[in-house]
C-alpha cells in the first residue's frame, strides 16, 4: 500500500514563505513524477508543478518565479518551497504522484495566506 503524506501547511501573511513537503511510503519500486496540485474553496484542483524523475520541471504559469519544487530520491520526498505568497494562492496543496506506474494522491494540506 502506497501513502503520501503531506506537512508543511499553515497560516502565512501576504509576502510570506512556506515549505511543503510530501514522503512516500509503503512498497515502491520506482518514482517517475511528483508533484502539487491545490483547489481552492468552489473551484476546481488545478496543477501547480510538477518535477519528473529525469529532472524535467513544470510550473503553472501563476507561480512561476515564486514556488520551486525539488525532490529528495533517498526519502522519497519531494518538497514545494513557496515565497511571495498571494492571497489567491490560499487552498488545499495536494501532493500527487506516479508510483509503479499507478497515480497517487495525499490528503491534502491547508495553506492560508492573509492580507
Known amino acids: 500500500q502506497v501513502q503520501l503524506v503531506e506537512s508543511g501547511g499553515g497560516l502565512v501573511q501576504a509576502g510570506g514563505s512556506l515549505r511543503l513537503s510530501c514522503a512516500a511510503s509503503?512498497?515502491?519500486?520506482?518514482?517517475?513524477?511528483m508533484g502539487w496540485y491545490r483547489q481552492a474553496p468552489g473551484k476546481q484542483r488545478e496543477f501547480v508543478a510538477a518535477l519528473g524523475s529525469n529532472g524535467r520541471v513544470n510550473y503553472a504559469d501563476s507561480v512561476k518565479g515564486r514556488f520551486t519544487i525539488s525532490r529528495d530520491n533517498t526519502k522519497k520526498t519531494v518538497y514545494l518551497q513557496m515565497n511571495s505568497l498571494k492571497p489567491e494562492d490560499t487552498a488545499v496543496y495536494y501532493c500527487?504522484?506516479?508510483?509503479?506506474?499507478?497515480?497517487?494522491w495525499g490528503q491534502g494540506t491547508q495553506v492560508t495566506v492573509s492580507s
Open positions: 509503503g512498497s515502491i519500486f520506482s518514482i517517475n513524477t
Open positions: 500527487n504522484g506516479l508510483i509503479d506506474l499507478s497515480n497517487y
